[in-house]
């Protein structure tokens, strides 16, 4: 199990920048690509952004030139500075983690997803 706790998120005013933090701990060593989702009431989770463990990146359409996505191994934490807000914006944003770890008894691997508590950001029109 990896533990994910997110940091950063609050309120902020139309075209402001915010920065997420996500920490991660446990089994780090398992961790593969890391991701930031979000979340509107009542709709299902939507992929921000992801970043694989050798820097590959990927955007949402609705971020590209916003929002960046970054990962520092050695501090075990993953980045999201957003810039340029809007009121669509506003949602909870959770951190994810894809990780596998390979049973070296039986040679098969085990694959997982966990996520973090989730942080709000919200702007202001």
């Known amino acids: 199990q990896v533990q994910l706790v997110e940091s950063g998120g609050g309120l902020v005013q139309a075209g402001g920048s915010l920065r997420l933090s996500c920490v991660a701990s446990?089994?780090?060593?398992?961790?593969?690509?890391m991701a930031w989702y979000r979340q509107f009431p009542g709709k299902e989770r939507e992929l921000v952004a992801s970043?694989?463990?050798?820097?590959?990146?990927k955007y949402a359409d609705f971020v590209k030139g916003r929002f960046t996505i970054s990962r520092d191994n050695i501090k075990s934490t993953l980045y999201l500075q957003m810039n340029s807000l809007r009121p669509e914006d506003t949602a909870v944003y959770y951190c994810?983690?894809?990780?596998?770890?390979?049973?070296?008894?039986?040679?098969?691997?085990?694959?997982?997803?966990?996520w973090g508590q989730g942080t709000q950001v919200t702007v202001s029109s």
């Open positions: 446990g089994s780090i060593r398992s961790i593969n690509t």
């Open positions: 994810s983690a894809d990780c596998a770890e390979l049973n070296r008894r039986t040679t098969e691997w085990t694959v997982w997803r966990d």
């Open positions: 970043i694989t463990d050798g820097g590959s990146r």
